[in-house]
């Protein structure tokens, strides 16, 4: 029977051994590993590909989230809106920085931040709103940039599932004020390992992320901030400047198949994402489904030999770490019923059409 693995990293990988051999080598015989040439050139490119002009490496996509709001000065008695929706690192930023989250609900449609229920949360306290461009679903940003200047906010975006989508032509990374992405390894274009990026036109911050990553100092021994160590190493940027060459025609695979699922599966039970209005600039870093009977339906793929995954099955707010929130999800509808519904089907670059298939006309069985 086949078996389709929810994701497999190792299709794309091994069509590009020879260039990551090559990337390994390089670094290894210049036998510099942090803040050199290969940080340098990724940072470089991915500042460019995002269509902004600073791009500074970190350890990982909660540090980018975190430094971009200790760059702003954000802090305890600080607010920053976040959608209820997300992986629970946006929300751990918040609270790591001392600040509170303000959970908005998600829309219904696009599953991300309800742009329309987000005035009534801001405060004189409140200090920026994080768009999360959710399941490689770009946030219409428009309505957010209105309100962050109405209000004077930082606008940030959690770009770490949506390396590549856009909003009418302009990338996420250029959409806010400042934008975190992640390079975990199973996202859109991912390392071998932990890394991440801040991605923002404005300098000033770019040199404070820059600075606070590398334990508060903008040169050596001299210490501004009381910084901590999140940077991007030699070794992964070399492997991710390798990568983002590929990662438009990734996305461009990862389109195609959520095409094929949109026009093949018919069964009135599994409710498929909707798509935008230019498929063009989603990157499907997931394909969520919501199925009322999860449990099941889970079991049954898994019976048919076919992965899946839950994002995400429990709600921050019903998390042992934020017990103080306990109950508040009855306040999002919308999170809840994606919460208690939601099933990724595998979708990933290098997908056999037979594989596409299979999943197809499991769930179409179901
Ligand atoms: C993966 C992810 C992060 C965190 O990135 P790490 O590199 O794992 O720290 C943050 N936000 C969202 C939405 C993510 O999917």
Known sequence: ?????????????????????????????????????????????????????????????????????????IGAGDEVIVPANTFIATVLAITYVGATPV?????????????????EKITDRTKAIIVVHLYGRAVEIEPFRGLADKYSLKLIEDAAQAHGAAVSGVRTG?????????????????????????VTNDKEVADRVRALGNYGSYEKYNHVYKGCNSRLDELQA???????????????????????????????????????????E????????????????IEYLREQGIATNVHYPIPITEQKAYEEFRGQIENYPVTKKICAQEVSIPLYPGMTEEEIEWVISCVNRF
Request: aromatic content about 12%; proline content about 3%.
């Open 1 to 73: 029977m086949t078996q389709i693995p929810y994701l497999d990293l190792k299709r794309i990988h091994q069509e590009i051994q020879g260039e990551l051999d090559e990337a390994y080598r390089q670094v290894i015989e210049r036998q510099w590993f942090i803040g050199g040439k290969a940080d340098e050139q990724f940072e470089q490119e991915f500042a460019s590909y995002c269509g902004a002009k600073e791009c500074v490496g970190t350890g990982n996509g909660l540090d980018a989230i975190r430094l971009i709001l200790l760059a702003y000065g």
């Open 103 to 119: 959970f908005v609900d998600a829309d219904e449609n696009t599953y991300t931040i309800n742009s329309q229920k987000v005035e």
């Open 174 to 198: 250029s959409l806010g004020d400042a934008a975190a992405f992640s390079f975990y390894p199973g996202k859109n274009l991912g390392a071998l390992g932990d890394a991440g990026a801040v």
């Open 238 to 280: 070399a492997f991710l400047s390798v990568k983002l060459k590929y990662l438009d025609k990734w996305n461009e695979e990862r389109r195609k198949i959520a095409e094929i699922y949109a026009k093949e599966i018919h069964n009135a039970k599994v409710v498929l994402p909707k798509m935008p209005k230019d498929i063009k």
């Open 282 to 297: 989603h990157v499907f870093h997931i394909y969520p489904v919501l199925v009322e009977n999860r449990t099941e339906f």
